[in-house]
């Protein structure tokens, strides 16, 4: 037969619908599993450029959970490269069910599924050539079409979008996934490579009917593009374009966000917590390069009364851009001022990048030759050069025994010479200034051979080239065939965002030396890109925990499903520009989502230079981040807090402050999601899934677990904010007066957008912990362990509140492990009239009391102006009499610490208007 009539099969081939069906004789069915053999149904070629059709599939349909759906679809007769999950705990809540009540049907003839919600009989998701599903599964090119009754889908990541919900309105758009160094573009769905530094295949859908949220999760470390098309109605079609690896699907059933969420979270690792110090405000800037110049940053900081928890170094700290080195002229007594800052209860964060420096003589250099421990080229057989900050750079395999070891000496060196109290891992997708791999000496002009490949494979004389050029090839991988060929993924079939894959990064036919028999074949680059990050943040984990014997916080730009496990992420190079500011709030719902909760945006910008009025707007916003850190370039302007005078200084100052005043709220939320999973921060709609439109998928406000609602202004020349806001009694935290009344629809409000203070709210129906940080003039999220505690109640439609409070020693290793911590609980009722306490925990005092009281308000009771008292039951039978206080024209009433004064811990009930 002609080639080309070769090429127009094969071509054909990828063309057309769905080709496989089920070998009805290979069925096995037991309680928990569904295994069957899946054929291809026509003749074909059996090999092209390496790119042959699978022509049988083992597939294999798994209950891990009732709410967790597990799909498997690999070759039958060999082995492929399979993402792995890194989470060491199997998810402790899991409770296997049948899969015969689980709503799976398997549709034989023309191989599909369908899954189904049985509490309401719902499709959750459906692959099917009735759909208009689509299923091709070759060895470098893998589709899956999936059918959903629903157009709002969220997640997908790593990228910068405008909006939360992916690809709004009645469109088609292609996202990409393949992490690369860049300056965060805007990703507007158009098929064009405008991922940044994640990798995360997991996306979040909202049923439009029962208004309930379900999960998809796609297991795969391979470059991916995934296709959305939406209809007029609610239907919506999803491809999965993969250029390698296994179909390997989780699919979550319908419930709410937070319970959908942590099912996600328990499966790829519940997060792990970070010391309480790491939600306090932190100041970084590229260009402090003289010891000096952070000296002076750190007595503005003082005379200028700022919150200040953390410095941070980059680059410029370390004697020519080298890992786990310090410039001995200009940092000769950095290990000193680091003691200095520790003095003062400020801790130090040092930048570490990926790339250590190509240097033969170098000590770590030395330690990976001498241990195989490094990517290794294909075109050279030696280790693999690439050029990052301190030129050319050598990248540790971490799938090496020793690779961590390695890790940890250079970490141990810098400790030893400053002891730094968290790490940022930077440029660890692995990026590259140089495309695939360069020499280790000298630059050169770099050109990308960046072709546009057809979504529907109709580039018929490329084909033809294609197989013209490896006719009698022996198929790779076969005996005797080069397993580390420099020239295999030179043509590929489809290439993901229209770009060089290699581009801003590493070759793909790099290989990671490991002791898999098959690790030759298959540990390569072009599958393992998104993992590297993962075990990096894995092995500086380790250091931590292992080594220093402290609660890790790690910041890392890149990252793959189970970073949260041990790490936590900034979004990377923004723009010193308004949209930048709006589409940090998304950056961070979609992080929440993919199980980080501790995340940020650089506030005011990365690039460029910020004005005043967006600088103090972001100044704003960014102290209610989880994590709050104003770092800049280079060649941009300064932007501390004070850098712009007056007016930002003042805005900081306050809206830090404000922050801290809730930080044990916030602290409580992100031990919560350390325990279960779920988010920290989230979107309105996710407490209010049946609300009005008109505020449901707004990205301009954020709730902070249930009960509080930041109102940020994002936009110049804002003078008063109007927004709808859900139905519920709201209460401003700051001046503790009632905004809304509940009523039977939405309700309308008008909010200052003041220069001196963030709009917050709190829901009614909560109990928040509460320290003024403002009167105090709270400097150090420390001061917070001894400030007296507040209590606010802030009740519903219908007199009632709860709320919880969880102590620990905030930053000694293994809190959870070891249930050194305690939970109270508050419980308020108007009706009855009283407050109880329930302690969930049996943890000892600590050496500080961390729940002192300082006074309980109750917010909205304006039929209690008569109540003057009440009455405390404290442990071992001891009561306490308070006396109150009403505030008729805030109607609150306020009881304060009375002489004798007690702890909230020592509290089981308080009773209102009664005598002890």
Same mark, same amino acid.
């Given at each position: 037969?002609?080639?080309?009539?070769?090429?127009?099969?094969?071509?054909?081939?990828?063309?057309?619908?769905?080709?496989?069906?089920?070998?009805?004789?290979?069925?096995?069915?037991?309680?928990?599993?569904?295994?069957?053999?899946?054929?291809?149904?026509?003749?074909?070629?059996?090999?092209?450029?390496?790119?042959?059709?699978?022509?049988?599939?083992?597939?294999?349909?798994?209950?891990?959970?009732?709410?967790?759906?597990?799909?498997?679809?690999?070759?039958?007769?060999?082995?492929?490269?399979?993402?792995?999950?890194?989470?060491?705990?199997?998810?402790?809540?899991?409770?296997?069910?049948?899969?015969?009540?689980?709503?799976?049907?398997?549709?034989?003839?023309?191989?599909?599924?369908?899954?189904?919600?049985?509490?309401?009989?719902?499709?959750?998701?459906?692959?099917?050539?009735?759909?208009?599903?689509?299923?091709?599964?070759?060895?470098?090119?893998?589709?899956?079409?999936?059918?959903?009754?629903?157009?709002?889908?969220?997640?997908?990541?790593?990228?910068?979008?405008?909006?939360?919900?992916?690809?709004?309105?009645?469109?088609?758009?292609?996202?990409?996934?393949?992490?690369?160094?860049?300056?965060?573009?805007?990703?507007?769905?158009?098929?064009?490579?405008?991922?940044?530094?994640?990798?995360?295949?997991?996306?979040?859908?909202?049923?439009?009917?029962?208004?309930?949220?379900?999960?998809?999760?796609?297991?795969?470390?391979?470059?991916?593009?995934?296709?959305?098309?939406?209809?007029?109605?609610?239907?919506?079609?999803?491809?999965?374009?993969?250029?390698?690896?296994?179909?390997?699907?989780?699919?979550?059933?319908?419930?709410?966000?937070?319970?959908?969420?942590?099912?996600?979270?328990?499966?790829?690792?519940?997060?792990?917590?970070?010391?309480?110090?790491?939600?306090?405000?932190?100041?970084?800037?590229?260009?402090?390069?003289?010891?000096?110049?952070?000296?002076?940053?750190?007595?503005?900081?003082?005379?200028?009364?700022?919150?200040?928890?953390?410095?941070?170094?980059?680059?410029?700290?370390?004697?020519?851009?080298?890992?786990?080195?310090?410039?001995?002229?200009?940092?000769?007594?950095?290990?000193?001022?680091?003691?200095?800052?520790?003095?003062?209860?400020?801790?130090?964060?040092?930048?570490?990048?990926?790339?250590?420096?190509?240097?033969?003589?170098?000590?770590?250099?030395?330690?990976?030759?001498?241990?195989?421990?490094?990517?290794?080229?294909?075109?050279?057989?030696?280790?693999?050069?690439?050029?990052?900050?301190?030129?050319?750079?050598?990248?540790?395999?971490?799938?090496?025994?020793?690779?961590?070891?390695?890790?940890?000496?250079?970490?141990?060196?810098?400790?030893?010479?400053?002891?730094?109290?968290?790490?940022?891992?930077?440029?660890?997708?692995?990026?590259?200034?140089?495309?695939?791999?360069?020499?280790?000496?000298?630059?050169?002009?770099?050109?990308?051979?960046?072709?546009?490949?057809?979504?529907?494979?109709?580039?018929?004389?490329?084909?033809?080239?294609?197989?013209?050029?490896?006719?009698?090839?022996?198929?790779?991988?076969?005996?005797?065939?080069?397993?580390?060929?420099?020239?295999?993924?030179?043509?590929?079939?489809?290439?993901?965002?229209?770009?060089?894959?290699?581009?801003?990064?590493?070759?793909?036919?790099?290989?990671?030396?490991?002791?898999?028999?098959?690790?030759?074949?298959?540990?390569?680059?072009?599958?393992?890109?998104?993992?590297?990050?993962?075990?990096?943040?894995?092995?500086?984990?380790?250091?931590?925990?292992?080594?220093?014997?402290?609660?890790?916080?790690?910041?890392?730009?890149?990252?793959?499903?189970?970073?949260?496990?041990?790490?936590?992420?900034?979004?990377?190079?923004?723009?010193?520009?308004?949209?930048?500011?709006?589409? #940090? &709030?998304?950056?961070?719902?979609?992080?929440? %989502? @993919?199980? !980080?909760? =501790?995340? $940020?945006?650089? +506030?005011?910008?990365?690039?460029?230079?910020?004005?005043?009025?967006?600088?103090?707007?972001?100044?704003?916003?960014?102290?209610?981040?989880?994590?709050?850190?104003?770092?800049?370039?280079?060649?941009?302007?300064?932007?501390?807090?004070?850098?712009?005078?007056?007016?930002?200084?003042?805005?900081?100052?306050?809206?830090?402050?404000?922050?801290? #005043? &809730?930080?044990?709220?916030?602290?409580?939320? %992100? @031990?919560? !999601?350390? =325990?279960? $999973?779920?988010? +920290?921060?989230?979107?309105?709609?996710?407490?209010?899934?049946?609300?009005?439109?008109?505020?449901?998928?707004?990205?301009?406000?954020?709730?902070?677990?249930?009960?509080?609602?930041?109102?940020?202004?994002?936009?110049?020349?804002?003078?008063?904010?109007?927004?709808?806001?859900?139905?519920?009694?709201?209460?401003?935290?700051?001046?503790?007066?009632?905004?809304?009344?509940?009523?039977?629809?939405?309700? @309308?409000?008008?909010?200052?957008?003041?220069?001196?203070?963030?709009?917050?709210?709190?829901?009614?129906?909560?109990?928040?912990?509460?320290?003024?940080?403002?009167?105090?003039?709270?400097?150090?999220?420390?001061?917070?362990?001894?400030?007296?505690?507040?209590?606010?109640?802030?009740?519903?439609?219908?007199?009632?509140?709860?709320?919880?409070?969880?102590?620990?020693?905030?930053?000694?290793?293994?809190?959870?492990?070891?249930?050194?911590?305690?939970?109270?609980?508050?419980?308020?009722?108007?009706?009855?009239?009283?407050?109880?306490?329930?302690?969930?925990?049996?943890?000892?005092?600590?050496?500080?009391?961390?729940?002192?009281?300082?006074?309980?308000?109750?917010?909205?009771?304006?039929?209690?102006?008569?109540?003057?008292?009440?009455?405390?039951?404290?442990?071992?039978?001891?009561?306490?009499?308070?006396?109150?206080?009403?505030?008729?024209?805030?109607?609150?009433?306020?009881?304060?610490?009375?002489?004798?004064?007690?702890?909230?811990?020592?509290?089981?009930?308080?009773?209102?208007?009664?005598?002890?």
């Amino acid at each position: 037969m002609p080639v080309f009539w070769i090429v127009l099969i094969f071509a054909t081939c990828l063309a057309e619908k769905i080709q496989y069906y089920v070998d009805e004789q290979s069925i096995v069915r037991d309680k928990y599993n569904w295994t069957m053999a899946l054929l291809y149904n026509k003749t074909i070629p059996t090999a092209m450029d390496g790119n042959y059709i699978i022509e049988k599939a083992q597939t294999t349909f798994e209950s891990l959970d009732r709410h967790v759906l597990h799909i498997k679809i690999t070759e039958f007769d060999k082995k492929r490269w399979e993402a792995p999950l890194v989470n060491p705990k199997a998810p402790y809540t899991y409770k296997r069910a049948n899969l015969s009540t689980m709503g799976l049907t398997v549709m034989n003839k023309s191989f599909g599924f369908r899954v189904v919600d049985p509490a309401t009989t719902k499709t959750i998701v459906e692959l099917s050539e009735a759909k208009g599903g689509s299923f091709k599964f070759m060895d470098k090119y893998l589709e899956m079409g999936l059918w959903f009754d629903t157009r709002m889908l969220f997640g997908f990541g790593q990228r910068v979008t405008t909006s939360f919900e992916l690809c709004p309105g009645f469109a088609t758009c292609t996202y990409t996934i393949w992490g690369r160094d860049c300056h965060t573009p805007i990703d507007k769905g158009k098929g064009i490579s405008n991922q940044t530094y994640g990798h995360q295949p997991f996306y979040m859908l909202q049923s439009q009917e029962t208004k309930e949220f379900f999960g998809i999760f796609i297991l795969n470390s391979n470059a991916q593009d995934m296709m959305i098309t939406k209809g007029k109605g609610r239907e919506m079609m999803v491809t999965h374009k993969i250029i390698g690896g296994v179909f390997d699907i989780y699919v979550f059933y319908p419930g709410t966000a937070e319970f959908m969420l942590g099912k996600y979270h328990e499966l790829v690792g519940i997060p792990h917590l970070p010391p309480f110090w790491a939600l306090g405000y932190h100041q970084s800037r590229f260009g402090w390069d003289t010891l000096e110049k952070m000296n002076d940053v750190l007595e503005k900081f003082e005379q200028h009364d700022l919150p200040l928890e953390a410095l941070w170094s980059d680059i410029d700290y370390m004697k020519d851009y080298a890992d786990f080195t310090i410039d001995p002229l200009r940092f000769r007594y950095l290990g000193d001022f680091v003691k200095h800052l520790h003095k003062k209860k400020i801790h130090w964060v040092p930048i570490i990048d990926a790339g250590l420096k190509y240097n033969p003589e170098d000590k770590y250099y030395k330690l990976g030759e001498m241990h195989n421990a490094f990517i290794r080229s294909a075109e050279t057989k030696k280790v693999l050069i690439a050029r990052v900050w301190p030129g050319a750079a050598v990248f540790l395999s971490w799938f090496a025994p020793r690779a961590s070891e390695i890790w940890h000496v250079g970490l141990q060196d810098l400790h030893n010479e400053a002891e730094f109290d968290g790490i940022w891992l930077d440029m660890n997708e692995v990026a590259s200034f140089c495309p695939g791999e360069c020499p280790p000496d000298g630059d050169r002009d770099y050109e990308f051979n960046e072709w546009e490949m057809n979504e529907n494979f109709e580039d018929w004389e490329r084909l033809e080239a294609i197989y013209r050029e490896n006719e009698g090839k022996e198929e790779l991988g076969a005996e005797g065939a080069d397993p580390h060929d420099p020239r295999e993924f030179d043509s590929l079939p489809y290439v993901p965002g229209n770009k060089s894959l290699i581009a801003k990064t590493i070759s793909l036919t790099a290989y990671h030396p490991t002791n898999d028999s098959d690790g030759d074949r298959l540990w390569k680059e072009y599958n393992t890109h998104g993992l590297w990050n993962l075990y990096q943040s894995k092995s500086t984990y380790e250091f931590f925990t292992l080594k220093l014997k402290k609660r890790p916080f790690i910041v890392t730009r890149s990252n793959f499903p189970g970073t949260g496990l041990y790490s936590n992420v900034w979004l990377g190079d923004n723009h010193s520009l308004w949209e930048y500011l709006r589409t #940090s &709030i998304v950056g961070i719902f979609n992080y929440q %989502l @993919f199980g !980080v909760p =501790l995340v $940020g945006e650089d +506030l005011c910008g990365f690039l460029g230079n910020s004005t005043e009025e967006l600088c103090l707007r972001w100044m704003q916003l960014g102290a209610f981040y989880p994590f709050t850190r104003n770092h800049n370039d280079l060649n941009s302007d300064p932007q501390e807090p004070y850098a712009f005078g007056e007016r930002v200084l003042v805005a900081s100052r306050n809206a830090i402050r404000q922050k801290y #005043s &809730i930080l044990r709220y916030y602290y409580t939320k %992100l @031990f919560e !999601v350390s =325990l279960y $999973g779920g988010t +920290l921060i989230r979107p309105v709609f996710f407490e209010f899934p049946n609300g009005n439109a008109c505020y449901l998928y707004m990205n301009d406000y954020f709730m902070i677990g249930s009960s509080i609602l930041v109102i940020p202004v994002l936009r110049r020349n804002v003078k008063e904010l109007g927004l709808r806001l859900p139905c519920e009694n709201w209460y401003d935290l700051r001046t503790q007066r009632k905004v809304l009344n509940y009523s039977a629809s939405e309700m @309308f409000v008008k909010l200052p957008a003041s220069e001196e203070y963030v709009n917050v709210l709190v829901r009614g129906g909560s109990v928040v912990p509460y320290q003024d940080a403002q009167a105090a003039r709270v400097r150090r999220v420390e001061t917070l362990n001894v400030l007296p505690m507040e209590i606010i109640v802030a009740p519903d439609r219908i007199g009632e509140a709860s709320g919880n409070l969880i102590t620990d020693n905030k930053d000694e290793l293994d809190t959870i492990e070891k249930k050194a911590y305690r939970h109270l609980e508050f419980k308020f009722s108007k009706t009855n009239k009283n407050l109880l306490v329930n302690k969930n925990s049996t943890w000892p005092s600590p050496t500080h009391r961390f729940e002192a009281f300082s006074r309980l308000t109750i917010l909205g009771v304006k039929e209690w102006e008569n109540v003057t008292s009440l009455c405390a039951e404290l442990t071992r039978g001891r009561k306490e009499q308070v006396t109150g206080m009403y505030d008729q024209e805030k109607e609150k009433l306020t009881f304060y610490k009375p002489r004798s004064g007690f702890d909230w811990i020592d509290i089981t009930s308080i009773t209102f208007n009664s005598t002890c």
